[in-house]
């Protein structure tokens, strides 16, 4: 059966040859019939790339991010039959303590490294590009994991998180480089926070694989680190077939044929031209210029607001707690009177529910805004910690408290995937120009990852000395995110980015009353940060 679009199929167009009077018509038709198969071709080929991009991208940091909590105990008793048969002697229980800290903790370590990485990446290799090579270091990782076992060795998992960690600090920062970058103004927010998809995407699917049913279990444990190969192998076969970034075409290199046909291949033949012009617009206002290095940014007064707008809210979404609540679900969870070997599915509901405001972000925020997705989560995050906070401390006077506070688990969650888990990876993609955007992901990537070393090394230690007020910081955090949003933050929703740049430029310098003037039309050559 074939469909037709709306045009005539061949045999009627055949049979009807049109006369003189009917040229116009028909060609006023098949311009329709155009136009429709172009916006499908628009749709289906941004889908493909978001699809291709995300996998091998944010959907590695979730999935590597939560499939290390299965095999705790499986790889600690590796770790100690492999020094007792190294040496003849157990490693005492401290020690095997340490080891199990290094590897969950090389992670984030590999993930600082490679968001340095990304920014050398991006300009020299380009966005696509860089995605693809990334992939070696997932293919590396994933063969030391899978011949651990066998070579008797706990140093390779280290050395294989360690570079699990820079694919990962490279994926994210590009990754909504390279799409924001691909996507027209009208559906970049929603593009963009494909990438808190994809996260949350990667979070369930390891909770998931790391079943005990499924690779959970005591022998399969080096299969399941090794499973990350899968995404990276999907991302090899599919990206090379997509277009590259338009932007990092026309401005970086100067290739305008590419980036026209890039656009066509992105947008159909309808409206690209219009488009191009505001691409040539934005390479004009960037002439004469070199890519900024991260250390420029906070030296251009021009880019005061931004920067601090980068590194405040870039710092809230990693200390507003909700890495740190997954830790303290299972206690909770426990205490609420699951049982505990049905606890690890209360865990893979707790990545469904941030899975699924994900998707629910994605829909309305070129509909809502920005702004209003960070102030109403972050929000909603300190209304429900102060909750949670309430329930800890009275979850022994009443029976029913346990519930309430695992309720609050999944609010919290919830909630911090309305805004702040999607939101923020978009402000370094839409704050700054073509120059600066990717020191801006370094500065970004470096802060995540930082952050999230020290949330992870310090966290016990909160737990120890502040109890069941464990969250009071975090709520802290929370308004202060909030605060910042409502004051300081501009709208960006539905403006090119040189709309964006313009707006910025008034609030940097409140005493004039345009941007500065463009020079002239020579093409920026960025090779180097």
Not at 162 to 183: F, K
Not at 248 to 257: E, F, P
């Amino acid at each position: 059966m074939h469909v037709y679009l709306g045009c005539s199929p061949p045999w009627k167009q055949a049979l009807l040859s049109p006369g003189p009077g009917e040229e116009a018509t028909q060609r006023g038709h098949g311009s329709k019939c155009r136009a429709g198969i172009g916006t499908q071709i628009q749709g289906r080929v941004l889908f493909l790339t978001v699809c291709a991009a995300g996998i091998g991208g944010t959907f590695q940091f979730g999935y590597n991010l939560s499939i290390i909590n299965a095999p705790t105990l499986h790889i600690q008793e590796f770790t100690n039959e492999t020094w007792w048969a190294r040496t003849g002697w157990p490693l005492p229980d401290h020690l095997v303590l340490l080891v199990w800290s290094l590897i969950v903790s090389l992670y984030p370590l590999g993930g600082l490294f490679g968001a340095l990485l990304a920014g050398p990446f991006a300009i020299k290799l380009g966005r696509k590009k860089s995605l693809l090579v990334n992939n070696i270091f997932v293919v590396a990782a994933a063969t030391l994991f899978g011949f651990s076992r066998t070579a008797g060795s706990f140093e390779m998992i280290m050395l294989g998180r360690l570079l699990m960690g820079i694919s990962a600090g490279v994926s994210m920062n590009i990754q909504p480089m390279y799409l924001g970058e691909s996507a027209p103004k009208e559906q970049r927010g929603t593009v963009a926070m494909t990438s808190a998809i994809f996260t949350a995407l990667g979070i369930v699917m390891g909770q998931v694989v790391g079943l005990r049913e499924l690779l959970g279990g005591p022998q399969a444990w080096p299969l399941l680190l090794a499973s990350c190969l899968v995404p990276g192998v999907l991302q090899l076969a599919s990206l090379p077939l997509l277009p590259e970034s338009p932007r990092y075409l026309l401005i970086d290199r100067g290739d305008s044929a590419t980036c026209l046909a890039a656009l066509q291949r992105l947008r159909g033949t309808t409206e690209v031209m219009v488009e191009l012009a505001e691409l040539e617009e934005e390479r004009t206002a960037c002439q004469g210029g070199r890519a900024r290095r991260p250390w420029e940014l906070f030296q251009d007064g021009a880019l005061r607001r931004q920067v601090i707008s980068l590194v405040v809210l870039g710092s809230a979404m990693e200390l507003c707690g909700n890495d740190s609540i997954y830790a303290y679900a299972s206690s909770v969870f426990l205490e609420a009177g699951i049982p505990q070997e049905k606890v690890q599915y209360a865990i893979v509901g707790t990545g469904c529910c941030e899975l699924l405001t994900a998707f629910i972000s994605c829909v309305v925020i070129e509909r809502v805004g920005r702004r209003v997705l960070l102030m109403g989560g972050y929000c909603l995050m300190t209304c429900w910690g102060s909750v949670f906070t309430v329930a800890l401390c009275l979850q022994s006077s009443f029976p029913w408290m346990p519930y309430l506070a695992m309720s609050c688990i999944f609010a919290f969650i919830l909630s911090f995937g309305i805004g702040p888990a999607g939101v923020t990876g978009i402000l370094a993609t839409e704050l700054f120009d073509q120059k600066a955007r990717p020191a801006a992901y370094m500065v970004c990537g470096a802060i995540m990852w930082t952050m999230l070393f020290l949330v992870g090394l310090g966290f016990p230690f909160l737990m120890e000395g502040l109890s069941h007020f464990l969250y009071v910081p975090f709520l802290g955090v929370c308004v202060c995110g909030a605060i910042y949003t409502a004051f300081f933050l501009p709208e960006t929703k539905g403006k090119t980015f040189l709309e964006i740049s313009e707006e910025l430029h008034r609030l940097n310098f409140p005493g004039q009353s345009q941007g500065p003037a463009w020079k002239g039309p020579e093409v920026i050559r960025s090779t180097e940060l």
